[in-house]
């Protein structure tokens, strides 16, 4: 009798664990949202505030909108990215595939060791990731071809001092209130700069170094980056995207919904429904997806490229 006791006072007391993290969370969020109140009343970090509004200019000839390339890149790397999330999830935690895949070692590529045998899992988040990488060397070429990049690449050193700015304003509850359409708050500019040019790149990197196509036989190269560096930094980068497209999502929805919808996915700057149905679509096409994603299906499309066993 006495190890159910035992057993259910470690669920209560852990299950009070988790249910005080919940106050003690929003406590220090309104100790946050008061204390950065008082300091932006403060008439040096008033001055500050006026000094650097939260966002720095744009060079001169700076394009202005969404042209529909970037529309269609954004929707394919958000539609890759929720299977490669979830196929990577898969592969961390699933302890028995429910089928296996080779691949076939003749014609296109040939090598002299046999293939290695990897769960279907992997192998379609080896294709996804393939598609979404094409597709985001694609939107970089674009970028710097149309000069759309100035958008997000940062052109000038006070982005840091009007990222802090922003970070106050959004902290104090008076959000910056930048055009998107137009320009990005530094905060913004900053966090599109990290995740298009330093997490995305660390992603593939760090996933190129796991998967059987990086080369066994390089020690020097091996020594300098070993698989356990990759191992230990491309689960984080995992959490960042996720940590990142939770608050790109929330603060989209929640600072003016229909109109920001209408930058990404209706190419105009007007407050009408037009952006929010073709997003509705999108997310249609996702959750679609998300559901055919299945071995049934996924089998039949990985046999053409190897052989599937069970
Ligand atoms: C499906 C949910 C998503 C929605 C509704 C959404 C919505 C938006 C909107 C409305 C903008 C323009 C913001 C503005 O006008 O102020 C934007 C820009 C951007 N989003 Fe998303 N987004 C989503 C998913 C993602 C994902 C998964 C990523 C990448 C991990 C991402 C990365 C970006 C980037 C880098 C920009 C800036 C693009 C540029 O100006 O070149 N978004 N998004
Ligand atoms: C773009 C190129 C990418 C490549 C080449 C790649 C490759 C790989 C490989 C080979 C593995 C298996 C590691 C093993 O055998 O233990 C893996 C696991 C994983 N991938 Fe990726 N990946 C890429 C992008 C991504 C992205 C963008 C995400 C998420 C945003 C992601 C999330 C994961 C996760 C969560 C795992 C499981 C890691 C673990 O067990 O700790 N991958 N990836």
């Not at 394009?63 to 890149?73: C, K």
């Not at 995305?200 to 080369?215: E, I, K």
């Not at 559901?291 to 996924?298: C, E, I, K, Q, V």
């Given at each position: 009798m006495s190890v159910p006791t035992k057993k259910s006072g470690t669920a209560k007391s852990k299950w009070v664990q988790r249910y005080w993290a919940v106050p003690a969370a929003l406590v220090a969020l309104l100790l946050i949202v008061l204390?950065?109140?008082w300091l932006t009343g403060l008439p040096g970090v008033k001055d500050f505030l006026e000094q650097y509004p939260g966002h720095s200019e744009l060079p001169s000839g700076a394009p202005v909108g969404f042209p529909a390339w970037l529309a269609w890149q954004h929707f394919l790397n958000g539609f890759f990215l929720l299977l490669i999330i979830r196929t990577g999830w898969q592969v961390r935690t699933t302890a028995r595939p429910a089928a296996h895949w080779t691949r076939n070692n003749k014609g296109f590529i040939r090598t002299k060791n046999p293939p290695s045998k990897i769960s279907l899992d992997l192998w379609f988040h080896l294709t996804l990731d393939v598609l979404w990488i094409l597709n985001g060397v694609v939107f970089a070429i674009l970028l710097f071809a149309t000069g759309q990049w100035m958008r997000i690449v940062p052109t000038s050193w006070d982005v840091f001092p009007n990222a802090l700015s922003a970070a106050l304003q959004y902290a104090s509850l008076n959000w910056p209130t930048e055009n998107g359409w137009i320009n990005y708050n530094?905060?913004?500019?900053?966090?599109?700069?990290?995740?298009?040019?330093?997490?995305?790149?660390?992603?593939?990197?760090?996933g190129l170094r796991m998967s059987s196509v990086w080369p066994k036989k390089a020690p020097t190269l091996?020594?300098?980056?070993?698989?356990?560096?990759?191992?230990?930094?491309?689960?984080?980068?995992?959490?960042?995207?996720?940590?990142?497209?939770?608050?790109?999502?929330?603060?989209?929805?929640?600072?003016?919904a229909l109109r920001n919808l209408n930058h990404m996915y209706g190419g105009s700057d007007d407050e009408n429904w037009v952006g929010f149905w073709i997003f509705a679509v999108s997310v249609a096409v996702m959750v679609g997806a998300w559901f055919l994603a299945r071995p049934l299906f996924l089998r039949p499309i990985a046999s053409l490229m190897g052989k599937v066993t069970r």
């Amino acid at each position: 009798m006495s190890v159910p006791t035992k057993k259910s006072g470690t669920a209560k007391s852990k299950w009070v664990q988790r249910y005080w993290a919940v106050p003690a969370a929003l406590v220090a969020l309104l100790l946050i949202v008061l204390l950065t109140k008082w300091l932006t009343g403060l008439p040096g970090v008033k001055d500050f505030l006026e000094q650097y509004p939260g966002h720095s200019e744009l060079p001169s000839g700076a394009p202005v909108g969404f042209p529909a390339w970037l529309a269609w890149q954004h929707f394919l790397n958000g539609f890759f990215l929720l299977l490669i999330i979830r196929t990577g999830w898969q592969v961390r935690t699933t302890a028995r595939p429910a089928a296996h895949w080779t691949r076939n070692n003749k014609g296109f590529i040939r090598t002299k060791n046999p293939p290695s045998k990897i769960s279907l899992d992997l192998w379609f988040h080896l294709t996804l990731d393939v598609l979404w990488i094409l597709n985001g060397v694609v939107f970089a070429i674009l970028l710097f071809a149309t000069g759309q990049w100035m958008r997000i690449v940062p052109t000038s050193w006070d982005v840091f001092p009007n990222a802090l700015s922003a970070a106050l304003q959004y902290a104090s509850l008076n959000w910056p209130t930048e055009n998107g359409w137009i320009n990005y708050n530094a905060l913004q500019l900053l966090t599109y700069f990290a995740t298009v040019f330093i997490a995305a790149p660390l992603a593939f990197v760090t996933g190129l170094r796991m998967s059987s196509v990086w080369p066994k036989k390089a020690p020097t190269l091996n020594r300098l980056f070993p698989i356990e560096a990759a191992r230990a930094v491309h689960f984080p980068v995992m959490i960042y995207f996720v940590a990142f497209i939770a608050v790109h999502v929330f603060l989209v929805l929640a600072t003016g919904a229909l109109r920001n919808l209408n930058h990404m996915y209706g190419g105009s700057d007007d407050e009408n429904w037009v952006g929010f149905w073709i997003f509705a679509v999108s997310v249609a096409v996702m959750v679609g997806a998300w559901f055919l994603a299945r071995p049934l299906f996924l089998r039949p499309i990985a046999s053409l490229m190897g052989k599937v066993t069970r």
